[in-house]
């Protein structure tokens, strides 16, 4: 049976560099609290000219050249987003027309925080039905513009940017295993309202078209459930933490990953953390990651990686790859 595989890897990041200390001056907070709450340094904030299409745009020349494909031998491109610069069309049909990825169908996905995970289970089925395809994913967020800049509570945590990767197939690579979990009944611990609805029998309540969150909660079940995630998906693959090469988990929150290293005793040096210079990129956060362990040469031929994720809905997982 053929797997999705990683055959080319890119990334892009707003220009714009906004520090601890610029938050400083915007909201009550301090550089102190941040780094020992978050461990977030510094987060990318996107200008004119960098919608979320064109970040996103940005990373997947970057993954197309690495894989040396052509953009017109692309099949499907899947973009993970819940922070579009439109509902319709979908951010992956504008990335389609700026490639010029004409023989491509595209549509967006959207599972938060944990959206690049399902996409790639979603990319390793269309391979298993279709080798011959080539898959465009993409993770790519534009949170600043959906977060309330006078919250504390929330503005402190997230950046913008793009993450992108170019599937094709393998029989003895690629996506050996995955776990991923979605759990409704919680959605009102991490959400953000769509626009006004016009129909007045629908009308929504109006608060929280940003991002609305209770941390706390957050925090505990984000640990537990990527704990238990990564615990039975390595049971079940008969692996233990040994076997892994490399962790690249969704970057959230410094402590969250010093949790998990701790729970699952994980050693720090093989847990890839990058949170410290973007914040919380969602969707973006993984193959951003991905990207940048690539490029330092960190992955090497039959590593064994595992990816997990943990977002609103809530949904999260964890997912296995051979590189
Ligand atoms: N600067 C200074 N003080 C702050 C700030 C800030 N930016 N934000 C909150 N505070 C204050 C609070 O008002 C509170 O003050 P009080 O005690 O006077 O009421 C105090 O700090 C403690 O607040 P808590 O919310 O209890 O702080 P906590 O230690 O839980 O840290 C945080 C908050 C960082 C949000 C943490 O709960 C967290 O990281 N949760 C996970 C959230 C997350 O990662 N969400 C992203 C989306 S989901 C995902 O990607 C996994």
């Known amino acids: 049976m053929n797997h999705a595989t990683v055959i080319g890897t890119g990334s892009c990041l707003p220009k714009r560099i906004v520090t601890n200390r610029d938050l400083e001056r915007i909201v009550d907070t301090s550089d102190e609290w941040i780094t020992s709450r978050t461990g977030i340094k510094k987060r990318r904030i996107a200008g004119a000219g960098e919608e979320n299409f064109q970040l996103a745009s940005g990373a997947a020349q970057q993954a197309i050249e690495m894989a040396a494909v052509a953009a017109d031998e692309i099949d499907l491109i899947l973009v993970a987003t819940f922070t579009p610069h439109m509902t319709m069309p ?46 465009l994913l993409i993770g790519s967020e534009t949170l600043s513009a959906r977060v309330n800049w006078q919250d504390r509570n929330t503005c402190i945590l997230f950046g913008d940017g793009a993450g992108a990767v170019v599937i094709g197939s393998s029989s003895d690579r690629g996506v050996r295993a995955v776990n991923l979990y979605s759990d409704g009944r919680l959605w009102n611990l991490l959400y953000m309202n769509s626009a006004k609805s016009m129909n007045p029998e629908l009308q929504q309540d109006q608060h929280g ?71 919380n990129t969602s969707a973006a956060s993984i193959p951003i990651a991905l990207d940048e362990a690539n490029r330092q ?25 051979q590189w």
């Open 297 to 321: 040469n960190i992955l090497h031929g039959d590593d064994t990686v595992l990816l997990c994720s943990f977002g609103g809905g809530f949904t999260w997982g964890a997912l296995l790859m």
């Open 209 to 279: 078209c940003q991002i609305e969150m209770s941390g706390r909660d957050v925090f505990k079940f984000a640990v537990r459930s990527m704990e238990e995630a990564i615990r039975q998906l390595l049971r079940r693959e008969n692996l233990t933490v040994d076997d892994l090469a490399l962790v690249i988990p969704h970057q959230a929150n410094v402590r969250i990953l010093n949790k998990l290293s701790e729970r699952l005793s994980i050693p720090k040096e093989k847990m890839f953390v990058n949170v410290d210079q973007y914040g």
């Open 90 to 135: 979908s951010c992956a049909c504008f990335v389609q027309a700026e490639i010029g990825a004409e023989n491509a169908f595209a549509y967006d996905i959207n599972a938060a925080c944990s959206g690049f995970l399902y996409g790639l289970d979603l990319a390793d089925k269309y391979i298993a039905a279709n080798p011959d395809m080539k898959i």
